[in-house]
């Protein structure tokens, strides 16, 4: 009862903006079981809201919609569209409930907030369950379906950010740091805030204070930062039961590069290897980290991270494996966790789960 007296809604008419701002954060809400459950979603709109962020140089909208139940009272059957302002949230609008893991949904919100909050500068944060590129991301508890990592770039193309990028996408999401998301991003965004491994949410006080970083990167290291500390000092059990957290800055306009030297190292690899290498090869994958691996048979992701598995193969290609190596480090802006042995990014790399192969390969059919 606190929590809904804390975030009682107000409605308003909807009208843009009177001026531009310096940015504009559209939260991409989708509440899933982690809102009807354990209201994490509502946690995090009260986070938002007692960030006390610079309301005169930020807007921050969220749509929220793909839960079952809201804590904070919303209708699961509408689509609520809100401001993140003030002390309570500002209901802007609502819409007939409509899939969360569909594309039109996405890209109709990053038009609606693109026209009616007017700035110099966008970003997105991309809210719920994640699975890694294989998987995607927001799982909408009532239609049963998720974002795909082609429909998310589907619905970016359909938005105004096919012609301009945003400053920087996020996800409060596990696994989503890939190099495969990566690279579908490059065209829509000049940053990524993602984390390799499973989390379990994000520190929204970074959003106190942006106005004084320098740049997109410092942001993205106070919100690592911040994120991990909370993570680490919490006594929830639950967070004790993966401490291997992780958060990284990735610098978009520098994937390309990686993707070129990946396919150089590992068609190198190809060309030189026989049967005989096999044992050491799967050896060396066993030992690379991986991530969220809480079912480690049929529901394994198989997401290795990239460095590590660089370093474990580089004997088979070493001026390769070197140049890799610089393009990661020169991509990974920041990174950070408690483990200390990832490299910031992670890649699909079958080897667990034998039984998604063919599915998952889609992934790389859509690459191309």
């Known amino acids: 009862m606190l ?13 843009a ?27 995090d709109l009260r986070s938002i809201l007692g960030s006390q962020y610079n309301t005169g140089k930020y ?4 749509l929220l919609g793909g839960s079952k139940k809201w804590r904070t009272g919303y209708d699961p059957d509408l689509l609520t569209t809100v401001e993140l302002t003030g002390k309570k949230p ?25 026209t009616n909050y007017p700035a110099r500068d966008y970003a997105l944060i991309m809210w719920d369950h994640g699975g890694g590129p294989n998987t995607g991301v927001c799982l909408d508890q009532i239609y049963d379906a998720t974002l795909k990592l082609d429909e998310i770039t589907t619905a970016l193309q359909n938005s105004p950010f096919a012609d301009r990028k945003l400053k ?22 000049s940053y990524m805030f993602a984390s390799e491994e499973i989390t379990f949410g994000s520190d929204y006080n970074f959003l106190f204070g ?3 970083d320098p740049d997109t990167p410092a942001t993205g290291i106070r919100l690592a930062d911040s994120t991990i500390a909370l993570f680490s000092d919490t006594e929830d059990s639950s967070t004790k039961a993966n401490p291997d957290l992780t958060m990284a800055v990735i610098d978009l306009s520098r994937i390309g590069e990686v993707r070129t030297n990946m396919n150089d190292f590992f068609t190198d690899i190809c060309d030189v290897m026989s049967i005989d290498d096999f044992p050491d090869l799967s050896r060396n994958r066993d030992e690379v980290r991986g991530f969220g691996r809480q079912d480690t048979t049929f ?15 580089a004997h088979y290609s070493p001026d390769k494996a070197a140049r890799l190596m610089d393009s990661i480090d020169a991509a990974v802006v920041y990174h950070v966790g408690e483990a200390g042995d990832d490299s910031g990014l992670s890649v699909y790399h079958p080897y667990y789960n034998k ?3 063919d599915r998952n390969m889609s992934t790389y059919s859509f690459m191309g």
């Not at 500002?90 to 693109?114: C, I, Q, R």
């Not at 198989?302 to 370093?311: I, M, Q, R, S, W």
């Open 355 to 357: 039984n998604d192969i």
């Open 299 to 313: 529901n394994d992701p198989d997401l290795a991270d990239l460095g590590g598995l660089v370093t474990a193969y």
């Open 17 to 43: 903006a009177e001026e531009e701002k310096e940015l504009t954060i559209m939260i991409y809400l989708c509440g899933s079981n982690l809102e009807s459950d354990g209201g994490r979603a509502s946690v």
């Open 59 to 62: 807007n921050i909208i969220a």
């Open 3 to 15: 929590l809904i007296a804390a975030l009682c809604l107000t409605t308003i008419n909807v009208s």
């Open 168 to 189: 920087w996408i996020g996800f409060d999401a596990c696994l989503m740091c890939s190099v495969e998301v990566a690279d579908s991003l490059t065209p829509y965004a």
């Open 210 to 212: 942006m106005e004084n």
């Open 90 to 114: 500002v209901t802007l609008k609502t819409d007939p409930v409509t899939n969360m893991g569909d594309p039109d949904t996405l890209s109709a919100f990053l038009e609606w907030g693109y």
